[in-house]
């Protein structure tokens, strides 16, 4: 099929879409909007700048060939940053496919989905689904314990105060970090090649890193003598053999080691049913109430999981800028 028949095709899905319509890109998860559509190329808007942008016809074309001269699907990544906008658009023919879990972009026969995202309802009331997981748990009951007490002054706070808002911070950093690695090994599935992947709240980028342990202690030395490094200059205490010899000595740990103390605070213990009760009646609250009360509620919710998930996200090794092009 000649890309000019592609073309067409195209350009007739995009002048069908709704103005409310928004799409999102492949591998940064940028959102835009169509706002123009000409014969010699697409103008589109990024929701969170603003920023207009035209795609050109004879980019889409290239594109399109790559496509065409892979049997297996064209990769993404392999495309300037700033082309990201492309099959996203691309998507949008029936004929074009984004596969995100392999990263390519392929042409087939059969009816196809896009990334162009489902336009939600306005003025309905949309149904929340209780997740089960006990990170939402311990935040639905910290949000309730933050409310409830004054949370800039805690050198005025009752000692239970303190001590429930520390198991339920406790608690919540504990499970997030739970939830956080189930969510991390997912991710490194769609990463591809360091490169920064955006949401929302964030970035994250795929890295790696180095852990070492040595070889066993006759290898190592043979080796470091064979490069002219003599035993006694690598040849240290092991802690773990100096432990042994004070469990046959009459020596004590301070004979051997600087010892200095510190004092921490530690949870100790957590009541569970005093905690399923009080979060069985949030959730009896917060299903009975109607109207304005409860959306403010479940914003305060959605707010402490953005809060936990901004606390616990991935710290990328490096700092990333998002590159713009005007024409």
């Keep these: 099929m000649a890309f000019s028949v592609s073309w067409n095709t195209l350009l007739e899905e995009l002048d069908e879409l709704p103005e409310s319509a928004t799409l999102i890109t492949p591998l940064s998860h940028k959102r835009f909007s169509i706002t123009d559509v000409q014969q010699q190329r697409v103008i589109i808007e990024f929701d969170e700048t603003d920023e207009q942008r035209p795609l050109q016809r004879d980019q889409f074309e290239t594109l399109y060939r790559r496509i065409s001269d892979e049997s297996d699907g064209f990769e993404i990544d392999r495309l300037p940053p700033d082309a990201d906008p492309y099959p996203a658009v691309l998507s949008l023919h029936p004929r074009f496919e984004i596969d995100e879990d392999r990263g390519v972009i392929i042409k087939t026969e059969e009816p196809t989905t896009s990334q162009l995202l489902e336009e939600e309802a306005t003025g309905e009331s949309v149904d ?8 939402y748990a311990d935040a639905l009951l910290l949000v309730d314990a933050l409310e409830r007490h004054d949370v800039d002054a805690f050198e005025e706070s009752e000692t239970d105060t303190l001590v429930n808002l520390y198991t339920l911070l406790s608690d919540v950093q504990r499970n997030a970090d739970e939830l956080r690695k189930d969510v991390a090994d997912v991710l490194l599935t769609r990463l591809h090649h360091d490169r920064p992947v955006a949401g929302p709240f964030g970035a994250v980028q795929r890295t790696t890193r180095r852990n070492r342990s040595l070889k066993d202690d006759e290898e190592v030395l043979e080796t470091l003598e064979a490069a002219g490094i003599e035993r006694e200059r690598v040849l240290g205490v092991d802690r773990s ?31 569970e049913e005093r905690k399923e009760t009080r979060l069985q009646g949030l959730k009896d609250q917060l299903a009975a109430t109607d109207g304005e009360k409860v959306s403010e509620l479940r914003e305060e919710i959605e707010e402490l999981e953005a809060r936990i998930q901004e606390l616990t996200e991935f710290e990328p090794g490096s700092s990333y800028h998002t590159r713009s092009t005007s024409g």
Aim: proline share 3%; aromatic share 6%; no cysteine.
């Design 128 to 135: 929340r689904t209780e997740p089960d997981l006990d990170v």
């Design 241 to 271: 053999k100096v432990d042994d010899a004070l469990d046959v000595t009459e020596l004590s740990e301070s004979d051997v080691y600087e010892i200095e103390e510190g004092e921490y605070v530690r949870k100790a213990e957590v009541d």
